[in-house]
């Protein structure tokens, strides 16, 4: 039987750790300035991800990504938009920190890193 998330989702995904930076877009800053975070990505396809963070963040937020992949020679440089906001669960929060799921889908991302996530996924998928 085929889950209602499954029926939706336009494309394969994979839940691996890889590590990730993001931040608020603001046009004009440079790649290379400070104001990163450090997150750990849940799930990723070619149309976005997933990461926990322990801030809420509101739906529409364009978010700025450095991912690095061990397949991409260079790490990939994308703007995501934030689709859904995932409300913080106690169950297995032993330190009652809240711990939001963040759903991104890419906004901009260049064709050759889209293919190369792609790939990425399609390799995990045949495991």
């Not at 991912?67 to 032993?94: T, W």
């Amino acid at each position: 039987m085929v889950s209602q998330d499954q029926e939706r989702r336009k494309y394969k995904r994979i839940k691996h750790h890889f590590i990730v930076k993001f931040r608020p877009y603001q046009e004009g800053i440079p790649q290379d300035s400070d104001g990163w975070d450090v997150v750990t990505m849940k799930d990723l396809s070619e149309g976005g991800m997933c990461f926990n963070y322990s801030e809420k963040i509101a739906l529409g937020t364009v978010l700025e990504f450095n991912i690095e992949l061990p397949s991409v020679a260079e790490k990939i440089h994308c703007l995501g938009i934030v689709r859904r906001v995932d409300e913080p669960s106690n169950k297995a929060n032993i330190r009652k920190i809240p711990v939001y799921g963040i759903a991104v889908s890419f906004k901009e991302i260049e064709n050759d890193k889209k293919e190369a996530i792609k790939a990425l996924v399609e390799k995990f998928h045949l495991k």
